[in-house]
C-alpha cells in the first residue's frame, strides 16, 4: 500500500546565538503537525538543521577568537539538546557545513550558471548582516534595513549574479494560479506586490570573507549564503546523487518559517528552483512573530525568553501546549508569563488533569480501577460519542486548514463536555443503588473511553501528555502504533486494569495578584469626566493600534456563583470562540445580552474572576445615574470585525 507523503520543514536557524522561544514557536509548529499527519497515516519527512555558514557567524567567531566551525558545533549541540527537551522528533537534521551540502548547493550554483543564468560582474549596495540581506538604495527605509531597521553597510564586490528578473512572469503566473503556495493571504498579498515592483537580479557570491561553500569555477567566491540556505530543503532527500529519494519527496508540502523570511522562501526559492526545473514547494506558510509585551523579541532588546528556563519551570508540555493554543497561527502573538500560568492551570490542570483524576478516582472507588462492561446507550451517552466523532471531523479539517489554536480549542470543547458528563450523569448517584450498578458500568466505560480518544487527538501536540494520560489509562496498545482510525467509539477494552497516578498537571500558584480588571467596566457609578486634550493624554495612532477591538456576538450568558456583579458569557470572534466575564449583571438579565453584537478588546491579558477565565473584557458606558449599557452595533456588522 502506497502511504500519502508529507515533507514539512523549519526554516534552519543561524547558530549566532542560543534559541529563544521565538526559534521553538516554529519547530513546535512543525512538530506537531508532522506527528499529527503520521498520525493520520501519512509517511511523513520533518526536516529542521542550522544555517551555518555567512559573514554574521565568521564575525561572532572572529570576536570570540575560535574557528567558526570550533563556534558553530557547540551551539549546534545546543540546538539538538533543546529540540530534545521539546520533545522534537524530527526525521533529519541539516547542518549546511556538512559534505552532503557542500555537494549539493555548488551542484545547484553548477547548473544555473551552465544554464546562463548566473553571470559575473560588480555588486555595489547595502547590505544587512544581521538578516544577510542585499538591499538597493532605494528599498531603505530611513537609511535602514526594511525588514529588522539595523544599520546596513555598504557593499562594493566582484560578484556573481542570477538572473531573478528573467523568472518574474513565471513566478508571479504560480502565484495566481496555485492559490495555496502562499500562505496566509496577507503575505501572499505582499509578495505580488513586492514582484510586481520589479526584481533585481541577485548577488549570490561573496569575496570579502570566506566561511562559506566555494563558487564551484571560482575559488575566491564563496556563495551567498541564502542561496546555500535555502538548498537544504533539497539536500535532506539525496539531491543530486539520490533521485529516487528526491523524487518520493520532492516538492516539499510545506514550508513553515517567519514572517520575516518569506521574501527569500517564495521569490528567491521557487526562482531557484523553476531555474532547475523542478517543482515549487506546495505551500509556503509565513507565520507571525512571537511578541514578549508586544515587542519583537531581540537580544539588543534584552527580552528574550530563553524555553530551557521556561522547561525547567513549568515543564515542555504547558509550553508547547500555550504556544500552539494561544497565538492564532499566521497572526503575532504575545508571550507572557501570566498567560502561560494562566492556560496550564484552565485547560491542563483543570479541565484536562482533573476529567482524569476524578474519572480514575470514581473507578476505582466503584470497580477496583478496571473498565466494566457497558450497556445500552441513553440519550446523554449518545450525545458524547457524536461529540467525540464531530471533535475528531472538526480537529481534522482545522489541521489540513493550519487553523492550528482553533484544533485545539475544538478539542479542549470534548473535554469540557466530558467534565460536564460527569455532572449529567452523577456517578456518585448511580453508586449508591445496586439497581443502577449496569447504568453505572456504561457511564464509566464511556467515560473513560472518550479520555482514550482525548489522549490520541491530544498526543501530536502535547506528547508526553498523551503518554502520561495513555499510561494511567492501563491500556497495553502501544501509543506510537494507534492512528486516527483507532479514535472510533468502542475501541477501549472492557477488563482494561487502570493505573491511577498523580495529577498529570499540578495546578501553578501565581506569586502575585491576578487583577480584577475585567469586571471594572461595571463597578463606577460616578459619571467620569472626558479629560481637556492635552499633551500628557494623547496617544499616538500606534498606540490606538495596540487595541485589538473586535465584534463579538453573544452566544450564552449565564451568572457567575457567588458573585452577584458578574455574568459570565460565550462570545463568537468570527471563526472563534472564547469566554469573558464582565461585571454588568446588576444592569442585565443574562438572556437580554444573547445574539447582541458587543464590542471587546480582543487582545487583553486573560485574567480569572472569581475562579472563571476571561478571554478579553467588553466596553460598556455608564450614565449619571448609575445605569450601564453595553457598547453594541447592529447585526449587519459581522463577528470578527475589527472597529477602528
Ligand atoms: N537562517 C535563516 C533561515 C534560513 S531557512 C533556509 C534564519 N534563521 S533565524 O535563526 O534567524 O531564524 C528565523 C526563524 O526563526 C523565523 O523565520 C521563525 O521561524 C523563527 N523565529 C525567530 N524569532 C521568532 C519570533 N520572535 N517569533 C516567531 N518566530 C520566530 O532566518
Given at each position: 500500500m502506497n502511504k500519502e507523503k508529507f515533507y514539512i520543514t523549519t526554516p534552519i536557524y543561524y547558530p549566532s546565538d542560543k534559541l529563544h522561544i521565538g526559534h521553538a514557536y516554529t519547530t513546535t509548529v512543525a512538530d506537531s503537525l508532522a506527528r499529527w499527519y503520521k498520525f493520520c497515516g501519512k509517511d511523513v519527512r520533518f526536516l529542521t538543521g542550522s544555517d551555518e555558514h555567512g559573514q554574521k557567524i565568521q564575525r561572532i567567531a572572529n570576536e570570540k577568537g575560535v574557528t567558526p566551525q570550533h563556534y558553530v558545533d557547540e551551539i549546534v549541540a545546543s540546538f539538538k539538546e533543546l529540540w530534545k527537551r521539546m520533545n522534537i522528533e524530527y526525521d533529519d537534521f541539516i547542518r549546511t557545513t556538512e559534505p552532503r551540502h557542500v555537494r549539493a548547493v555548488q551542484e545547484v550554483f553548477r547548473r544555473i550558471y551552465a544554464k546562463g543564468d548566473i553571470y559575473k560582474s560588480k555588486y555595489k549596495g547595502w547590505y544587512c548582516t544581521p538578516c544577510e540581506s542585499f538591499w538597493l538604495e532605494n528599498r531603505l527605509e530611513d537609511g535602514k534595513c526594511?525588514?529588522?531597521q539595523r544599520p546596513v553597510e555598504l557593499v562594493e564586490e566582484e560578484s556573481y549574479f542570477f538572473k531573478i528578473s528573467k523568472y518574474q512572469d513565471q513566478l508571479l503566473h504560480h502565484i495566481e494560479t496555485h492559490p495555496?503556495?502562499?500562505?496566509?493571504e496577507t503575505r501572499r498579498n505582499e509578495m505580488v506586490n513586492f514582484i510586481k515592483s520589479g526584481l533585481e537580479d541577485l548577488c549570490v557570491s561573496r569575496t570579502t570573507f570566506d566561511w562559506g561553500i566555494p563558487v564551484p569555477i571560482d575559488e575566491n567566491h564563496v556563495i551567498y549564503v541564502w542561496f546555500d540556505a535555502l538548498t537544504n530543503y533539497l539536500t535532506a532527500i539525496?539531491?543530486?546523487?539520490?533521485e529516487k529519494q528526491l523524487n518520493t519527496w520532492w516538492p516539499a508540502d510545506l514550508h513553515l518559517v517567519g514572517k520575516e523570511i518569506m521574501r527569500f522562501h517564495t521569490i528567491i526559492w521557487p526562482i531557484i528552483l523553476l531555474a532547475l526545473e523542478l517543482p515549487l514547494p506546495k505551500t509556503v506558510f509565513g507565520h507571525g512573530w512571537l511578541l514578549f509585551d508586544d515587542d519583537k523579541m531581540s537580544k539588543s532588546k534584552g527580552n528574550v525568553v530563553d524555553p530551557n528556563a521556561l522547561i525547567d519551570e513549568f515543564g515542555v508540555d504547558p509550553i508547547r501546549y500555550f504556544l500552539l493554543r494561544e497565538i492564532s497561527f499566521g497572526q503575532d502573538g504575545n508571550f507572557n508569563r501570566r498567560a502561560l500560568i494562566e492556560r496550564t492551570n484552565s485547560?491542563?490542570?483543570?479541565d484536562l488533569g482533573n476529567l482524569l483524576n476524578r474519572s480514575l478516582a470514581m473507578l476505582n472507588k466503584y470497580f477496583d480501577g478496571v473498565v466494566p462492561n457497558p450497556d445500552k446507550l441513553q440519550d446523554v451517552d449518545c450525545e458524547l460519542k457524536q461529540f467525540a466523532k464531530d471533535t475528531k471531523d472538526k480537529v481534522v479539517r482545522l489541521i489540513d486548514e493550519l487553523a492550528i489554536s482553533d484544533a485545539l480549542a475544538a478539542l479542549w470543547q470534548l473535554i469540557g463536555r466530558a467534565n460536564k458528563y460527569i455532572d449529567e450523569t452523577a456517578p456518585w448517584a448511580l453508586a449508591k443503588d445496586a439497581a443502577d450498578h449496569q447504568r453505572l458500568s456504561t457511564v464509566m466505560y464511556n467515560l473513560i473511553e472518550v479520555q482514550r480518544i482525548i489522549a490520541l487527538l491530544v498526543k501530536s501536540f502535547i506528547p508526553e501528555t498523551g503518554v502520561k494520560i495513555w499510561q494511567q489509562l492501563g491500556?497495553?496498545?502501544?501509543?506510537?502504533?494507534?492512528?486516527?482510525?483507532?479514535?472510533?467509539?468502542?475501541?477501549l477494552q472492557p477488563g482494561t486494569r487502570t493505573k491511577k497516578g498523580d495529577p498529570i498537571f499540578p495546578r501553578i500558584e501565581f506569586k502575585e495578584k491576578v487583577e480584577a480588571k475585567t469586571a471594572e467596566?461595571?463597578?463606577?457609578q460616578k459619571q467620569p469626566q472626558v479629560k481637556a486634550i492635552s499633551d500628557e493624554n494623547l496617544i499616538s495612532i500606534d498606540d490606538f493600534a495596540k487595541l485589538d477591538l473586535v465584534i463579538a456576538q453573544v452566544l450564552t450568558a449565564e451568572p457567575v456563583k457567588k458573585a452577584d456583579k458578574l455574568l459570565k458569557l460565550t462570545i463568537d470572534t468570527g471563526g472563534d470562540q472564547r469566554q469573558i466575564v464582565a461585571g454588568i449583571a446588576q444592569h442585565y438579565q443574562p438572556d437580554d445580552l444573547i445574539g447582541k453584537n458587543i464590542v471587546i478588546v480582543a487582545n487583553l491579558k486573560p485574567a480569572k474572576l472569581r475562579g472563571e477565565l476571561s478571554q478579553g473584557m467588553l466596553l460598556a458606558a455608564t450614565s449619571a445615574d448609575g445605569t450601564l449599557e453595553v457598547v453594541s452595533v447592529s447585526n449587519k456588522i459581522k463577528p470578527g470585525s475589527r472597529v477602528k
Open positions: 526594511p525588514d529588522c495555496e503556495f502562499i500562505q496566509p539525496g539531491f543530486p546523487d539520490d485547560d491542563l490542570a483543570n491500556i497495553n496498545d502501544a501509543l506510537d502504533d494507534q492512528l486516527l482510525e483507532n479514535t472510533d467509539w468502542g475501541g467596566s461595571g463597578k463606577s
